[in-house]
C-alpha cells in the first residue's frame, strides 16, 4: 500500500499541467481539425431556420487552402522577411554575447541589460513606437535619411528591423548564460598557447555554442513563420501591406473579417504542417554536427 501510494504522487503533482494541457492545447488543436473537416451549406436564400447547416466536407477545405495562391505568396513574403531576421538577429546576438564575455569586456552587466531591455516591450508597442519613426511627418530619422520607410520595396525591412531590435537580447541571454558555463580553464589554456581573444571566440567559444545557436535558431523559425504583430500594427500606417502579408494575416483575415472558420482552421493546420517541417527539417539536418547524432 505505501509503495502504491508512493507511485501516485508523481501523477498528483502532474495533475495541473495535464488539465491545462488538455483544456488550452489538446482541445483548441482537437476543435479545430474538426472545424477544418466541415462547411456551412446553405440552402436557398439562407433565409429561415434550417437554411444553413453544418456539413462534413473531408479534405475539401484542406485542399482548397493549398491551391490559393494568397497563402504562398504570404509564404514567400514571410521567407524573404525571414531569412533577413535569421541572419542578422542571430548574428548581433551571437556578436554580443562574444564581446560581453570577452576579457575585455566593460560596463558588462549595464550593456546585458541594455541589450535585452528591447525584449521586455511588448510587441504591439515595440512596432508602434517604430511606427511613429517610419511616419514621414513624426519621424525625425526622416530629416537625416530621404528614405520612405513604409514603401513597397522596404517595408519589410522595417517590419525585420522591428523584430531585430526586440529579439536580439533574448538571443543573446541565451547564448551568453551558455557562455558563462564554459570553463575558463579552457580559456587560458588557450592563451598559453598563445592564441588571441578572437581565435578563442572562433576556435573554442563558437563551437561549443552550436547547441545552443541551433537552439535560437529553431525558436526564431518558429517565431518568424509565426509574424502576425508587426505587419498587423503596422498595416493600418500604410497601404503596402494587405491584409493576406502573412499566412497567420491570412487566417485572421478568414476567420474573422469574412467569417470563414472552416477554411481558416484548414489553413491553421497547414500552417502549423509547413512549420513543424522546416524545424524539424533544420534539426535532422544540423544535428550530426551539432549532437553528435547519426
Known amino acids: 500500500m505505501k509503495q502504491s501510494g508512493r507511485s501516485a504522487w508523481p501523477y498528483l503533482f502532474l495533475t495541473p499541467a495535464i488539465v491545462l494541457f488538455t483544456l488550452f492545447l489538446a482541445v483548441p488543436i482537437g476543435y479545430t481539425a474538426w472545424l477544418a473537416l466541415r462547411r456551412t451549406k446553405v440552402s436557398g436564400l439562407g433565409l429561415g431556420k434550417g437554411a444553413r447547416k453544418e456539413i462534413f466536407v473531408g479534405f475539401d477545405n484542406f485542399s482548397a487552402a493549398l491551391s490559393d495562391p494568397e497563402l504562398w505568396h504570404g509564404w514567400l513574403r514571410v521567407l524573404g522577411y525571414g531569412t533577413l531576421v535569421l541572419v542578422v538577429m542571430l548574428g548581433l546576438a551571437l556578436l554580443f554575447a562574444l564581446l560581453l564575455d570577452s576579457a575585455r569586456a566593460r560596463l558588462a552587466r549595464f550593456s546585458r541589460i541594455a541589450i535585452f531591455l528591447p525584449y521586455a516591450v511588448p510587441g504591439v508597442a515595440a512596432t508602434l513606437l517604430w511606427g511613429f519613426l517610419y511616419l514621414p511627418s513624426l519621424s525625425p530619422i526622416r530629416d537625416v535619411l530621404d528614405v520612405d520607410f513604409l514603401g513597397a520595396s522596404t517595408v519589410t525591412y522595417s ?43 572562433v576556435r573554442v567559444k563558437i563551437p561549443i555554442l552550436t547547441p545552443a545557436i541551433i537552439l535560437t ?64 527539417g533544420f534539426l535532422r539536418v544540423v544535428r550530426n554536427h551539432a549532437f553528435g547524432e547519426g
Open 159 to 201: 517590419m525585420a528591423n522591428v523584430a531585430v531590435w526586440g529579439g536580439v537580447g533574448f538571443n543573446m541571454l541565451v547564448l551568453y548564460t551558455t557562455l558563462r558555463a564554459i570553463p575558463r580553464d579552457l580559456y587560458e589554456a588557450a592563451r598559453l598557447d598563445g592564441a588571441s581573444e578572437l581565435q578563442i571566440a
Open 217 to 280: 535558431t529553431v525558436f526564431s523559425i518558429i517565431a518568424t513563420i509565426q509574424v502576425f504583430t508587426e505587419p498587423t500594427t503596422l498595416r493600418p500606417l500604410t497601404n503596402t501591406i494587405s491584409s493576406t502579408w502573412s499566412p497567420l494575416m491570412k487566417v485572421y483575415r478568414d476567420a474573422f473579417v469574412t467569417g470563414d472558420l472552416y477554411s481558416a482552421a484548414a489553413t491553421s493546420i497547414v500552417i502549423a504542417a509547413i512549420s513543424l517541417v522546416l524545424s524539424f
